[in-house]
């Protein structure tokens, strides 16, 4: 099989609207998507794109993709790159297009001077952690992820 990883264009929106939902379900997390196909479309490939996707391939066939953007290491006074969403149809698993689109932004990241390339897991997703440790990734257990959202970033905004 003939890997190859491409830039996202415009015209693969719908089909990188399919891929966010169908990593939500793998994720039980279906519930929480309500993107609007149409803004996605203009945040992703509008006049300031706000993130840039992937489109992973075997055979020419799209089968998997990445969303990621870049963040900011203030201690290493460098940016890095974010990874958002990496999602792998169940029947590609295993055929190495994972690994190959984790490369690929390694690569990026190389080449565009980034400190890091990072990413989060659900701590239930034992089959990604494993996937990601034989990568040579560590767990960042010192951290803890925090979010403010909905009702509670409006009211903030207004503080």
């Known amino acids: 099989m003939a890997i190859s990883i491409r ?3 415009p015209a693969d929106l719908p089909l990188i609207a399919q891929f966010i939902r169908d990593l939500a379900v793998y ?3 279906a ?3 309500r993107f609007d196909e149409a803004t996605l479309g203009e945040k ?3 006049p300031r794109p706000y993130a840039e996707v992937v489109i992973g391939e075997l055979d020419g066939e799209p089968q998997g993709f990445a969303l990621f953007f870049h963040n900011f290491s203030t201690f290493e006074g460098r940016p890095g790159v974010y990874l958002e969403d990496l999602f792998v149809r169940p029947e590609a698993r295993g055929s190495g297009l994972g690994k190959a689109m984790l490369a690929h ?3 990026l990241s190389v080449t565009r001077d980034c ?3 990072e990413w989060s897991v659900l701590d239930w997703n034992t089959p990604a952690i494993g996937f990601y440790q034989n990568l040579g990734a560590k767990l960042m257990d010192e951290w803890t992820v925090m979010r403010v959202d909905g009702d509670a970033l409006t009211e903030l905004a207004a503080a």
Do not use: N, S
Request: no cysteine; hydrophobic share 55%.
């Open 105 to 107: 932004l390694a690569q």
């Open 44 to 46: 992703l490939f509008g």
């Open 27 to 29: 994720e039980k997390l």
């Open 115 to 117: 400190a890091r390339l």
């Open 31 to 33: 519930h929480e998507v």
């Open 7 to 9: 830039p996202a264009a």
